[in-house]
């Protein structure tokens, strides 16, 4: 394989991945803003969830919206830094990387969808 294969394959896989990271990035955000409307602010949103749970103090704001953050965060960040992306390798197989990436990134948008429903439900 040279390096017109190899470049032509990272371009298709990146352009895929940030493609599908996009409609996550937007899912979270409508499904956080949409759990908003029905989720009391209060400082301390722990214990509404979860009694048993007397953790750290996290507002509202933060409860719902970190995960969003930071799925947009780590978009712009796919976008922008293709290039370096193209030169940086962790893993020698590109598969490998971008299947680690979409682990990752499936699994905060898991969270931020969990977080907002926990926080609809007992918002209802």
Do not use: C
Request: charged residues 15%.
């Amino acid at each position: 394989m040279d390096f017109d294969d190899d470049s032509g394959e990272f371009s298709r896989l990146h352009n895929l991945f940030t493609f599908h990271l996009g409609i996550a990035v937007s899912l979270s955000w409508l499904t956080s803003l949409y759990a908003a409307l029905y989720a009391p602010w209060v400082r301390n949103i722990r214990p509404l969830i979860d009694p048993s749970n007397v953790g750290p103090v996290e507002s509202t704001w933060s409860y719902l919206f970190i995960f969003p953050v930071v799925l947009t965060t780590a978009w712009l960040i796919s976008i922008f830094g293709q290039n370096l992306f193209a030169k940086v390798r962790i893993f020698k197989n590109q598969i490998i990387e971008f299947a680690f990436a979409a682990m990752v990134a499936f699994g905060m948008f898991y969270l931020s969808i969990d977080r907002a429903v926990a926080a609809m439900l007992i918002g209802m």
